[in-house]
């Protein structure tokens, strides 16, 4: 392998492709494509000011499945990493397999007109990859992505199985707007406004949007409320841990946010039901992520840190009884913008997207079929994480978690 060819040119893009080119003895040749040309040019110069390295930019619309596989084929690329919507999974999975190229993602497919991701569609596609002799590797963002090979990692060297599971999110920035997604608008709304559901006991647990609550002291950014969410890793984590009797994912949000999301919501400004507005259709969250702040236009402003981990309580590998650790990192928003000119929610994103496919370029990690991150060995990932920018540390706590 050695010819990569980027989709999307947004935030997470942006850090993936810095990260691609500050390391070109891996990446010797790196593309970069999206719907909006001039996007990709501005991500190119931002490279060539940073690192001196050049990337070819051409324009795409990734659901065309022939365009794509004539840009695939006429750039020579062997991986295509995809960092535009988790609409478009689909349609480059499929010109994937015809150009005959390994594929990544960070997010999985979720239907436009249903809020709902699930993996079903993209595990469909393991008998044709494996066909193929490709391999394609699914999630490799931070949640999902680090939060499950954190917790394979655990589960090799601290735990024999493990008995529960809290992935605990919390972006503790401040970007100093009324209202504003550090991710995609769109697709940020969508989950959020989700029922949450967790795993327990063998099914998934449903309770609406946001009710379930509780306060945790983040290291290095204080006591934030943790909202139950649904996050698509939970059912990767349960499929590949079956001995899981809880699994649940949190994530923090201030009361501004609540409270401009809750007005949005009971207005109707969330809904994905097409409505008429003067003779034509259009989805009001569309409309809304088209006026809301543009993810990668926070960096400059955001000030503060993220701090993602994972809390696992099980069988202890050394010695008896259970044990109870705590593995995370901590990512500072002004750190990341000074590195890449993104914020710390698009760096701990792009970041693991450089490493799987660094995984894949080097053939530490291979396969042929469709792959999610918990099936890999988490020990070369980790390693990179350290090394490119998101250094992590574990430690044991008293017991399982009190909430
Ligand atoms: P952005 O909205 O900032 O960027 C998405 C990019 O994809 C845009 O450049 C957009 O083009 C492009 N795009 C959209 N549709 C198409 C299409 N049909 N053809 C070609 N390009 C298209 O999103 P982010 O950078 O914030 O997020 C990127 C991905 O990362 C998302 O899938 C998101 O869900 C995922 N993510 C994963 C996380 C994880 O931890 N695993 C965390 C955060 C995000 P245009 O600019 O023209 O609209």
Same mark, same amino acid.
């Given at each position: 392998m050695s010819t990569v060819l980027v989709i999307g040119a947004g935030g997470v893009s942006s850090v993936c492709i810095h990260k691609m080119a500050m390391n070109a003895?891996?990446?010797?040749?790196?593309?970069?494509?999206?719907?909006?040309?001039?996007?990709?040019?501005?991500?190119?110069?931002?490279?060539?000011?940073?690192?001196g390295v050049s990337i070819e930019t051409y324009e795409i619309d990734a659901e065309e499945v022939p365009a794509m596989v004539n840009l695939i084929k006429k750039v020579g690329a062997t991986l295509v990493v995809n960092l535009a919507l988790p609409y478009q999974d689909l349609?480059?999975?499929d010109a994937c397999l015809e150009a005959g190229v390994h594929y990544l993602d960070t997010a999985n497919y979720e239907p436009k007109d249903e809020a709902k991701f699930e993996y079903k569609w993209q595990w469909a596609y393991h008998d044709k990859f494996k066909e193929a002799g490709l391999m394609a590797l699914l999630g490799s963002g931070f949640d999902p992505g680090v939060t499950s090979?954190?917790?394979?990692?655990?589960?090799?060297?601290?735990l024999k199985t493990i008995r529960q599971l809290d992935i605990l999110d919390c972006n503790g920035g401040d970007h100093g707007q009324a209202f504003a997604t550090n991710f995609n608008p769109e697709i940020n709304i969508r989950e959020v406004t989700a029922p949450a559901r967790h795993w327990e006991n063998g099914?998934?647990?449903?309770?609406?949007?946001?009710?379930?609550?509780?306060?945790?002291?983040?290291?290095?950014?204080?006591?934030?409320q943790a909202y139950l969410m649904y996050h698509e890793e939970l059912e990767s984590l349960a499929k590949f841990n079956p001995e899981i009797e809880r699994a649940r994912f949190w994530m923090t949000f201030g009361d501004e946010y609540?409270?401009?999301?809750?007005?949005?919501?009971?207005?109707?400004?969330? !809904?994905? %039901?097409?409505?008429? #507005?003067?003779?034509?259709e259009i989805i009001p969250l569309q409309f809304l992520a088209s006026v809301l702040p543009k993810p990668e236009t926070l960096g400059e402003t955001t000030k503060g840190k993220t701090n993602i981990g994972v809390i696992?309580?099980?069988?202890?590998?050394?010695? !008896?009884? %259970?044990?109870?650790? #705590?593995?995370?990192?901590?990512?500072?928003h002004e750190a990341a913008y000074a590195e890449t000119g993104n914020q710390a929610v698009s760096y701990t994103t792009g970041v693991p997207a450089m490493i799987g496919s660094a995984m894949m370029f080097t053939g530490t990690w291979s396969g042929e079929g469709v792959f999610n991150m918990e099936e890999m060995d988490p020990d070369p990932f980790m390693g990179?994480?350290?090394?490119?920018?998101?250094?992590?540390?574990?430690?044991?706590?008293?017991?399982?978690?009190?909430?």
């Open positions: 003895e891996i990446f010797p040749d790196i593309h970069l494509a999206s719907r909006t040309k001039s996007k990709c040019d501005v991500i190119a110069d931002s490279v060539k000011t940073r690192t349609p480059i999975m090979v954190f917790t394979m990692w655990l589960k090799k060297h601290r099914e998934w647990v449903e309770t609406p949007a946001m009710q379930v609550s509780t306060p945790f002291d983040f290291e290095e950014v204080g006591t934030r609540i409270k401009h999301l809750t007005v949005l919501q009971n207005v109707g400004m969330t !809904s994905i %039901e097409p409505v008429r #507005y003067q003779g034509r696992a309580t099980g069988e202890a590998l050394h010695g !008896s009884g %259970e044990k109870t650790y #705590y593995i995370n990192n901590i990512c500072s990179m994480l350290n090394e490119h920018g998101l250094p992590w540390k574990v430690k044991e706590l008293d017991g399982p978690v009190s909430f």
